[in-house]
């Protein structure tokens, strides 16, 4: 059920143009196995539309079935961003996300209508790259890029 009502919303967000996926091109990865690879911790870095860090911390990510994942991060400002805010993708929490050959989509505030912070990426096997979006009820209020590298076990 709530996978369902998970799904159902972010596909609400991108028909509604409230979320838009990543813009950077993807290779598909035809290999069942590339999503696999995606459980770990990561060293996360997010940048506003200049290009200026603004929030760094460390993901920690979980496969729990061939497209689910789950898991938690915690993140801390870095600079005040001249662009905006950057929603609530400081402090620490849970997150959800799916993943589908070499595309990830993770919703920081799972547990929140609105106020959410979600990540469209690409999996290359040791990095996540893509947009982050600060997304409340009138839409995107705010976005960047990210950059997500695994920690070497």
């Known amino acids: ?9 972010t596909l609400t967000l ?3 143009g409230c979320v838009s996926p990543p813009s950077a091109p993807v290779e598909p990865d035809l290999s069942p196995s590339r999503s696999g690879k995606i459980s770990g911790d990561y060293s996360y870095s997010a940048y506003d539309n200049r290009g200026t860090k603004v929030v760094e911390g ?17 993140f801390r400002s ?3 961003s ?18 589908h050959l070499s595309l990830v989509g993770i919703n920081l505030n ?3 209508a ?15 790259l893509g947009n982050w979006q600060f997304v409340g009820f009138p ?12 920690a070497v076990n």
């Open 110 to 112: 799972p547990n929140y």
């Open 58 to 74: 460390t993901m920690r990510i979980r496969l729990e079935d061939s497209a689910r994942i789950s898991g938690s991060w915690e």
């Open 82 to 99: 001249p662009t905006g805010e950057v929603g609530p993708q400081k402090g620490s929490g849970t997150l959800v996300g799916d993943v």
């Open 139 to 150: 839409g995107v209020l705010n976005q960047g890029t990210f950059r997500a590298v695994r």
């Open 14 to 16: 991108l028909m509604c």
């Open 78 to 80: 870095v600079t005040d």
């Open 114 to 128: 609105d106020n959410n912070v979600v990540l469209f990426g690409t999996f290359d096997g040791s990095t996540i």
């Open 1 to 9: 059920m709530k996978k369902d009502l998970m799904l159902m919303a």
